[in-house]
């Protein structure tokens, strides 16, 4: 799986869980908060891509995580295992 596979994942999970949201608006370098996400929107965006992916990670490795190209690349760790 690429990192861009994984991207999509996450834009459509932000999709379904953020209203009045356009996927040409969600770039990778910006935070989910950025985009109008409060802190149940993102577990639950991080929560359906992690089931979609088929991914475990404990919450404590994601706190650092700032922008949805970091939480990819994090997603992209595990697959890498």
Avoid at 23 to 38: F, T, Y
Avoid at 57 to 76: C, H, N, S, W, Y
Wanted: proline residues 2%; glycine residues 4%; negative net charge.
């Amino acid at each position: 799986m690429t990192r861009d596979e994984v991207i999509a994942v996450i834009k459509k999970n932000i999709l379904d869980n953020l209203e009045d949201l356009e996927e040409s608006s969600i770039d990778p370098e910006k935070s989910m908060k950025d985009l109008g996400a409060n802190s149940l929107d993102i577990i639950e965006v991080v929560s359906c891509s992690m089931r979609e992916l088929n991914l475990k990670i404990p919450r404590t490795e994601l706190a650092d995580v700032k922008t949805i190209g970091q939480l990819a690349d994090k997603f992209m760790e595990q697959i890498g295992k």
